[in-house]
């Protein structure tokens, strides 16, 4: 079944075929994304009739790793951290083949930087006006707007 690779440190995103049989799908989560534990955050709704979606899978310990790279997604409101792999799945909870196209997660996708890059970001986000909560934040408004284009430039 194919997915798709999303790696932060060289800024792009290409597919991945995974054979295997769905009980050695951690194994190779944890494999490709280097990783003992990882999540999943649902990126696309597919399909309403047949309940698909899309999901990335990331390391859950990504945010602890000192020299972690960091992106976003459009539909996502908070930065994820190191690689992610992208695959379906259906109303039973398996992993099926990914729906979403390569190009639409490439224009979906904003490619932040390391630490410094993303306290720099959200140090700007924060100043543009808009009400703050403490307990979350949606960087979307900021991140896919032409400001920080200008800004990452």
Same mark, same amino acid.
């Given at each position: 079944?194919?997915?798709?690779?999303?790696d932060?440190?060289?800024?792009?995103?290409?597919?991945?075929? /995974?054979?295997?049989?769905?009980?050695?799908? +951690?194994?190779?989560?944890?494999?490709?994304? $280097?990783?003992?534990?990882?999540? =999943? &955050?649902?990126?696309?709704?597919?399909?309403?009739?047949?309940?698909?979606?899309?999901?990335?899978?990331?390391?859950?310990?990504?945010?602890?790793r000192?020299?972690?790279?960091?992106?976003m997604?459009?539909? /996502?409101?908070?930065?994820l951290a190191?690689? +992610?792999?992208?695959?379906?799945?259906?109303? $039973?909870?398996?992993?099926?083949? =990914? &729906?979403?196209?390569?190009e639409?997660?490439?224009d979906?996708?904003?490619?932040?930087?390391?630490?410094?890059e993303?306290?720099?970001m959200?140090?700007?986000?924060?100043?543009?006006?808009?009400?703050?909560?403490?307990?979350?934040?949606?960087?979307?408004?900021?991140?896919?707007?032409?400001?920080?284009?200008?800004?990452?430039?």
């Amino acid at each position: 079944m194919q997915g798709i690779y999303i790696d932060p440190v060289n800024k792009n995103c290409s597919m991945i075929e /995974y054979e295997g049989k769905p009980p050695s799908f +951690g194994d190779f989560v944890t494999e490709i994304l $280097e990783c003992q534990f990882f999540d =999943v &955050a649902r990126l696309y709704h597919v399909d309403d009739y047949d309940y698909v979606d899309d999901h990335v899978y990331v390391d859950d310990e990504g945010l602890y790793r000192e020299d972690q790279m960091f992106w976003m997604h459009r539909n /996502y409101p908070v930065p994820l951290a190191g690689c +992610g792999l992208l695959f379906g799945g259906d109303h $039973e909870g398996n992993t099926v083949e =990914v &729906a979403t196209d390569l190009e639409t997660v490439k224009d979906d996708i904003r490619f932040l930087g390391g630490l410094f890059e993303l306290k720099l970001m959200m140090t700007l986000a924060s100043g543009t006006g808009k009400k703050r909560h403490d307990w979350q934040e949606d960087y979307r408004p900021f991140v896919f707007s032409d400001r920080l284009k200008i800004i990452m430039a």
